[in-house]
Nanobody, 126 residues
């Protein structure tokens, strides 16, 4: 099991940027593919981005591709989500998650992730 703590959320105007961080502890960080999900009010949680265990492979939801990037620093046990050109529809609680999976895997399904953070609120005003 790995413990995850997100930070970096906040209120930003449309067109602005935020960088979310997620620090992991408990088990070797490099054993996990890392993902970001989000849940907007009244909606189901949805996949945002994922990165393979060593960071060489990424995958993004179509709604954020080209605007968001995901990165990780395995030495710091941290995964980041850089969000640019934010839109009001990006408003949600953002969660990071860890998947114990194969080296090159980039899981996109919630049920592939076994550990979750508590979430951080991102609000984009128009």
């Amino acid at each position: 099991q790995v413990q995850l703590v997100e930070s970096g959320g906040g209120l930003v105007q449309a067109g602005g940027s935020l960088r979310l961080s997620c620090v992991a502890s408990g088990r070797p960080f490099g054993s996990y593919a890392m993902g970001w999900f989000r849940q907007a009010p009244g909606k189901e949680r949805e996949f945002v981005a994922t990165m393979s265990r060593r960071g060489g492979i990424t995958y993004f939801a179509g709604s954020v591709k080209g605007r968001f990037t995901i990165s990780r620093d395995n030495a710091k046990s941290t995964v980041y989500l850089q969000m640019n050109s934010l839109k009001p529809e990006d408003t949600a609680i953002y969660y990071c998650a860890a998947a114990s999976t194969s080296l090159l895997s980039t899981p996109t399904g919630e049920n592939e992730y076994g550990d979750w953070g508590q979430g951080t609120q991102v609000t984009v005003s128009s």
